[in-house]
């Protein structure tokens, strides 16, 4: 009955992630374009996005660690235009290499020292540049870390977003997640069905009688 329950949920999680992203592949045909600033202002539906004109700050960047080491950044988007009080609406995770190694020596290193890597990785440490990426949502969404990410600053608005550079909606990893839920529906209904055949079975009626 567990493995059932268990097969189950795994099931349920397929189909949702499956047309989650088939969804994300037919709505989202090229992605939205447009600077950071009137992102902020109009918050588009679309889940594909190319934000231009960044400012990105790895002083200002929440981690994600395994083993007590960061595997992943979440790096506050800005428009260069705005002030320190101004809530940060956008989140770009990243699992750059490069990225991570920056920022888990200026974690480690005492004042003198990081100012040193400040002026060495400068251009990693602040950055001006375009972001393109999924905004996470529904099955790919952790609401968990996401309150966890909220609790760590003041600065992000309620509903801010995040970004999973690099990627983009994929049409064959999306029919097989749909496949594979499907496969496991079919599964499961025969399962079902095969035990009420034989709870209902005239052997098993007449073996009650008696």
Known sequence: MRLLIFLFL???????????GLYTVFAN???TTMSIAEYTRTRPSGKWLRLTDCSLSLLDAMHREVAQKPVELFIPARDPGDDEKSKVQVLVATKDPALLEVYRRLSSEKDEKAVETISAEFGKVFQHRDVQGLV????DLDEEDREKLASLTASLAPDFVIIDEGEKP??????ARLAGGLMLFAFLFWRVLSKLRTRSS?????????
């Open 170 to 175: 994929q049409v064959a990893f999306a029919f």
């Open 10 to 20: 795994i099931m349920v999680g397929l189909l949702w992630g499956g047309g989650q």
């Open 29 to 31: 045909r090229a992605p």
């Open 136 to 139: 996470r949502f529904g099955f």
């Open 202 to 210: 005239p052997a098993s009626i007449e073996t009650a009688v008696r």
